[in-house]
Each structure stands twice: as C-alpha cells, then as structure tokens.
Antibody
Framework: EVELVESGGGLVQPGGSLRLSCAAS????????MNWVRQAPGKGLEWVSY????????YDADSVKGRFTISRDSVKNSLFLQMNSLRDEDTAVYYC????????????WGLGTLVTVSS | QSVLTQPPSASGTPGQRVTISCSGS????????ANWYQQLPGTAPKLLIY???RRPSGVPDRFSGSRSGTSAYLAISGLQSEDEAVYYC??????????FGGGTKLTVL
C-alpha cells in the first residue's frame, strides 16, 4: 500500500528542538519532491518546507527560515524535519506530503503528527 | 491573512451546485495555476483538483475546477451530504513559497 507515516511529534518547551520523520512505503521517496505542511489547532493549512527529489533544492516558509531544516534519506526512504528554537506558534499537526510534480500538486498525505510547544 | 483569498463559508442543499472562489495574483494562480484540497473533519487533506481543472483518478466528476486570470474556482454539482468539508485552494508562488487559501467550510443544509 502506498502511504506516508509521520512520527516524532510530542510536547516540547519553547526554545526546544524536535525531529519529525516521515516514512514512505509502497513507492520510492527519492523519485519525488516532498513537502511539510502544518495546521495549527482549528486553523488552516500552512506550507512549511519543500525539498526536491534530489535534495539539492530546498525552500522554506519565512516563518520557519533559519530554525527548521528539511532533509531526506533515500536509504531509509524517509523525509525529516529538524525543528529548533521552537515557539508557541509552531504548535500544529505536521503533515508530510508528496509532490506529484505537475503543479505543486500534493497527491499523497500522511495522517500527521502533533507538535505542542508549551511550558 | 492568506495571500490566496477564499470565502470563509459556503452552503447548499443536496443536489445543488456550489462554487467556491479563490483570488490570487499574477505571481501565483496567474502563473502556476491552482490546486484544490478537500479536508473532511479529523482527516488529512486530499487532492481534489490540480492544474486548475484536472481531476486525479478516483475523484468524482461532480467536482470541477476552472481558472480565470488570477482567480480559480471549484464547482461541486449534485451536492451530497458527504461533501461537507473544508476546501482549500493552493498555488506555488514566484517568491518560491507554497500558498494555501484560508479555507472555505462547506455546509450541506
């Protein structure tokens, strides 16, 4: 079955760090560009970060630039998001999403992992 | 406030046709076209329309999309109760960022 499964979320204090993982199954992750998208409780979707299929091109939202780092591991068939200097406003469900490659069309999403930043 | 502007709510009765708009600019929808996502309560978003008017396999043809200039539109015909969800437009922007609209909550009366 083709799916994405996120993990690594949890409760962290402001200023802390967390590393999210997104494991792919049923397809080769390295063939696709990938994204992280988040959704704060009761709010809309917010794009976080993009990485090309080769890993050589990365784009980040201004809200996370310099604090979050997207990466990928073709051997593990996984995507990662290293989150540092976390703030209250980073509290959200984080989704990884596959880019089908036509028009930044995200055709496969994981179920998400909840990150809560609170003291 | 989102760069892509959607109405916060829309409604219709079963069988009706409903249209949701998404207003952008020349740097996003005007250049890169729009995608639409459906998010049912408590679930992850699902791609509904891509490249403004294309449907992924498995999406019913009751859902259609169009673009006019820097605006995109999602139309749902033959409205059904299971269509009650939040709908998001999205587009890549020339500033090398991904954009989502604020979402439109569709209520089936």
């Amino acid at each position: 079955e083709v799916e994405l499964v996120e993990s690594g979320g949890g409760l962290v204090q402001p200023g802390g760090s967390l590393r999210l993982s997104c494991a792919a199954s049923g397809f080769t992750l390295s063939s696709y560009a990938m994204n992280w998208v988040r959704q704060a409780p009761g709010k809309g979707l917010e794009w976080v970060s993009y990485i090309s299929s080769s890993g050589t091109t990365i784009y980040d939202a201004d809200s996370v630039k310099g604090r979050f780092t997207i990466s990928r591991d073709s051997v593990k068939n996984s995507l990662f998001l290293q989150m540092n200097s976390l703030r209250d406003e980073d509290t959200a469900v984080y989704y990884c999403a596959r880019d089908a490659g036509t028009n930044w069309d995200l055709d496969l999403w994981g179920l998400g992992t909840l990150v809560t930043v609170s003291s | 406030q989102s760069v892509l502007t959607q109405p916060p709510s829309a409604s219709g009765t079963p069988g009706q046709r409903v249209t949701i708009s998404c207003s952008g600019s020349s740097s996003n929808i005007g250049t890169y076209n729009a995608n639409w996502y459906q998010q049912l309560p408590g679930t992850a978003p699902k791609l509904l329309i891509y490249y403004s008017d294309r449907r992924p396999s498995g999406v019913p043809d009751r859902f259609s999309g169009s673009r006019s200039g820097t605006s995109a539109y999602l139309a749902i015909s033959g409205l059904q109760s299971e269509d009650e969800a939040v709908y998001y437009c999205a587009a890549w922007d020339a500033s090398l960022t991904g954009l989502f609209g604020g979402g439109t909550k569709l209520t089936v009366l």
